[in-house]
Every structure is written in structure tokens, then in C-alpha cells.
């Protein structure tokens, strides 16, 4: 008996070392799979609602609320107001009739009005299909630019991070579309993708690491027209906004830091960062943060490494996506739509140049996690989707360093060699 369990064992260990348990066909069946799942709680829950408020009490697209609540202020001349707790939520529910629904805070710089005004022009309902809609097809454009193959879609569209964030009506779609978009255009059309990453300024939260990689790898002239991009949009929001708007949201940030973040109201389960682990866990507010820049420190160090080596970009790529959802301490679970971008460009890698033990079952545990991580932190108290994260990290790494390791040895190796009638060692560097 104890022979067979431990031969059985064995064979799931090699087959999660390996990888072979995820052939293309169980890859194509899981996405399909979810993606039915999805077809029917979707409409479903929907149909089950009181109009555009669910049998919960929340409105239909939760978060979209707070967008189309400060949008409506906007139309009315009032943006300042959508930063003031009281006056937000009533707004909100404005937007359902004056029916009692819970408050969803608008935290997000005033650039962000421009999306607010346009899902306002239109009702409710309409604004968030075209809100989902459209930054849906943004991220799968994404997607399929990074790695180009017939899956692609299936696999990404099937990423259950998409239906936290539809579930949500949130942004994770198109911050997963600027930065996978910038990081693909960043050799191809690096003026364009400045422009992305400027944008990506409206989740301050993300931009801690990404200027540090680029100016590690050299990317000037990305960072200028990121920095441009920035300040136009200040222009722009001061011209049609006015200064106001932007004292309020200074004057705001204190009760996102304290409640929002320090308190946990919007929930220990939901965020993903290593703050939220250990607040979740007991420890102090100052504690959290001094572990959390901790990790943050080790993270600029190593990615201002790896940028400057000669590693492969899809490594450097993926490195910097899921280093900035580990870097800062508010990250939620719908924000794991950026994981993809993490996942799309190691399996562009590996798909190249073959997958070592363990890749494969880690891109697959991080592909699964957003499914898992809110409920398994919220019975068990272990932060899931911190860890995986965590272990994505270290594996990209690790597959970097070899790499550096083998190119190094073989670069060192040409010099050795040049001149010499047996020579032809460098042709060997191809396909590292």
C-alpha cells in the first residue's frame, strides 16, 4: 500500500516537474470549460437581479458604480465632489434611483475622468457593456500581439482574472492592455510605447518599478515621451478640470491610505500584495509597510539587474509584469489580468526555447490562481495569490541567470576559439 501511494506520488511529482500533464488539448478543454461555466452564471445572475441591482444588494458591475457615479458629476459640473466619501456615494445612488447600495470609492487620479465622462454619456447599463467591452477587446489585442498563435485567444479569454474583472467592471483589462502593449512595442515603436506607459499613469500603484527597468535597459527616449505623455495629460485635466479637482484628490488620498488600505476595507482576501498578507495575519500597519518596501527594494534590485543583462526580453518582459503587482501593497484580485501579460511572454519564451522542470505547472498555477486566491485567503487565511506570484518571479529569474550563465560561457568561449580552424562555438549561442 505504502509502495503504491509513494509510486504515486512520484508520478504526479514528475508530471508537475515535467509539465507533460498539460498537453494543448487540456489546455483548450479548461478554457472551454470556464468559458461555458462563465456563458451561463453571467447572463444568470444577471437575469436574477432587481434591475441593475443583484439579489446582494450590489449593483450590477459593483466597482463600475463609483466610474459612472463621478462621471455623472462630471456632466454636472461637480468632479471635485466625486473625491468626497458623502457626496460620491450619493451620487451612487442617484445612478439606481436612490436605492440604498453599498459605497464604492472613486480613488483614482483625474485623468481618469475621461473615461468616467464617456461610460456617463450613455445609461448605466450601456456604459458598462461598452466600458467591458471595449477594454475587453484591447486586452485580447494584446494577448494575441505577444504571442501570435491560434490558442492564444481561447486560453486568454478563458484566463479567470477576465471574469473577476467583468464581474467587477474593472480596469484590469486595460492596464493589462497598456503594459502588455508598451512592453510589445517597445523595440517595434518605442514612441508609442511611452505613450502607453504614460497612460499607465491613472494606476500610480504600477508605475513604481517600470520606469526603474527602462532606464536600466537604456529605454530613454521611452521614459521622455512616458514623462510627456504625463504632463500632457496634467495640462489637460488642469484646462478642462480645473485645479480643484486635483487638491481634492490630494485631499482624498488620506482616507484610501487609512481605510481603504491600512484597515482593510476593502477587504484582506481580496488584496493580493504581501501588505495585505501580513495585516491579514495580525501584524502592524507599520510592520506591513516595512515588509512590503522590503520586497519592493528587492524587487527594483533585481529587475534593475535583469534589465541590464543580457537575458532574453520575454524574461525581462514578464519579470516586470508580475514585479509590479508584487511591488505595491494595493493590488486586487481583478488587477491579476496584468498576470497574463507575465504569462504571455514566458510561454512566448519557453514556446521558443523549451521549458525546464516546474515552468509549465507554475504558469499553469498562475494561470488558475485569480479563480482561487479571494476564496482560499478568506476560509484558510494563506494568500495564495501572493505565493504564486512569488514562485512566477523566482522562476523567471532563475530562467534568466541560467541563461545570462550559458550566454556568458559561450561568449567567453568564442573569444577563445576565434581564429581558430574549430572555431565555431558561437553558432552554438542560437536558440539560449
Given at each position: 500500500m505504502n509502495a503504491k501511494f509513494c509510486g504515486g506520488m512520484t508520478h504526479i511529482w514528475q508530471g508537475l516537474r515535467s509539465g507533460e500533464w498539460l498537453t494543448a488539448a487540456r489546455a483548450r478543454g479548461y478554457s472551454l470549460i470556464l468559458l461555458g461555466i462563465c456563458a451561463i452564471v453571467i447572463p444568470t445572475w444577471i437575469a436574477l437581479s432587481d434591475g441593475l441591482v443583484d439579489r446582494n444588494g450590489n449593483p450590477i458591475g459593483t466597482d463600475f458604480s463609483n466610474v459612472y457615479a463621478a462621471g455623472t458629476l462630471t456632466w454636472q459640473g461637480?468632479?471635485?465632489?466625486?473625491?468626497?466619501?458623502?457626496?460620491?456615494?450619493?451620487?451612487?445612488?442617484?445612478?439606481?434611483?436612490?436605492?440604498?447600495?453599498?459605497?464604492?470609492?472613486?480613488?483614482?487620479?483625474?485623468?481618469?475622468?475621461?473615461?468616467?465622462?464617456l461610460v456617463a454619456a450613455v445609461p448605466y447599463a450601456w456604459g458598462l457593456a461598452i466600458w467591458l467591452a471595449a477594454s475587453l477587446a484591447a486586452y485580447l489585442a494584446a494577448m494575441r500581439a505577444i504571442l501570435p498563435r491560434p490558442e492564444t485567444l481561447l486560453i486568454a479569454a478563458a484566463f479567470p482574472a477576465v471574469f473577476v474583472n467583468i464581474g467587477h467592471g474593472q480596469n484590469g483589462f486595460l492596464t493589462a492592455a497598456l503594459l502588455g502593449g508598451a512592453l510589445h512595442l517597445l523595440d517595434r515603436r518605442p514612441w508609442l510605447a511611452g505613450i502607453l506607459i504614460g497612460c499607465l499613469a491613472y494606476k500610480p500603484q504600477f508605475g513604481v518599478l517600470i520606469p526603474l527597468a527602462l532606464l536600466a535597459g537604456g529605454r530613454w527616449n521611452v521614459v521622455g515621451t512616458a514623462a510627456l505623455t504625463v504632463a500632457a495629460l496634467l495640462v489637460l485635466s488642469f484646462v478642462t478640470l480645473g485645479g480643484g479637482v486635483w487638491h481634492a484628490f490630494a485631499d482624498s488620498m488620506h482616507f484610501t491610505q487609512t481605510v481603504v488600505l491600512e484597515q482593510g476595507g476593502t477587504?484582506?482576501?481580496?488584496?493580493?500584495?504581501?501588505?495585505?498578507?501580513?495585516?491579514?495575519?495580525?501584524?502592524?500597519?507599520?510592520?506591513?509597510?516595512?515588509?512590503?518596501?522590503?520586497?519592493?527594494?528587492?524587487?527594483?534590485?533585481?529587475?534593475?539587474?535583469?534589465?541590464?543583462?543580457?537575458?532574453?526580453?520575454?524574461?525581462?518582459?514578464?519579470?516586470?509584469?508580475?514585479?509590479?503587482?508584487?511591488?505595491?501593497?494595493?493590488?486586487?484580485?481583478?488587477?491579476?489580468?496584468?498576470?497574463?501579460?507575465?504569462?504571455?511572454?514566458?510561454?512566448?519564451?519557453?514556446?521558443?526555447?523549451?521549458?525546464?522542470?516546474?515552468?509549465?505547472?507554475?504558469?499553469?498555477?498562475?494561470?488558475?490562481?485569480?479563480?482561487?486566491?479571494?476564496?482560499?485567503?478568506?476560509?484558510?487565511?494563506?494568500?495564495?495569490?501572493?505565493?504564486?506570484?512569488?514562485?512566477?518571479?523566482?522562476?523567471?529569474?532563475?530562467?534568466?541567470?541560467?541563461?545570462?550563465?550559458?550566454?556568458?560561457?559561450?561568449?567567453?568561449?568564442?573569444?577563445?576559439?576565434?581564429?581558430?580552424?574549430?572555431?565555431?562555438?558561437?553558432?552554438?549561442?542560437?536558440?539560449?
Open positions: 461637480r468632479p471635485a465632489e466625486a473625491y468626497q466619501p458623502a457626496l460620491q456615494l450619493a451620487a451612487e445612488k442617484a445612478v439606481f434611483g436612490g436605492r440604498e447600495v453599498p459605497f464604492y470609492g472613486w480613488h483614482y487620479p483625474p485623468f481618469f475622468f475621461a473615461i468616467a465622462v477587504g484582506w482576501e481580496k488584496i493580493q500584495s504581501v501588505f495585505s498578507a501580513v495585516r491579514m495575519w495580525g501584524a502592524g500597519v507599520h510592520t506591513a509597510y516595512a515588509i512590503q518596501i522590503s520586497l519592493a527594494l528587492m524587487l527594483a534590485a533585481s529587475l534593475v539587474w535583469l534589465w541590464q543583462s543580457d537575458a532574453a526580453f520575454e524574461l525581462k518582459a514578464s519579470a516586470l509584469a508580475t514585479g509590479s503587482l508584487l511591488a505595491t501593497p494595493y493590488v486586487l484580485d481583478y488587477d491579476l489580468v496584468v498576470l497574463a501579460v507575465a504569462i504571455a511572454f514566458f510561454a512566448r519564451y519557453g514556446l521558443r526555447r523549451g521549458f525546464r522542470d516546474c515552468e509549465i505547472s507554475v504558469l499553469a498555477a498562475a494561470w488558475i490562481v485569480p479563480l482561487l486566491s479571494r476564496s482560499v485567503a478568506g476560509v484558510t487565511g494563506i494568500p495564495l495569490g501572493l505565493l504564486v506570484l512569488l514562485a512566477l518571479y523566482v522562476f523567471t529569474l532563475r530562467r534568466a541567470a541560467t541563461g545570462s550563465r550559458r550566454i556568458g560561457t559561450l561568449a567567453s568561449d568564442c573569444r577563445k576559439a576565434a581564429g581558430e580552424p574549430h572555431g565555431r562555438v558561437c553558432e552554438a549561442g542560437q536558440g539560449t
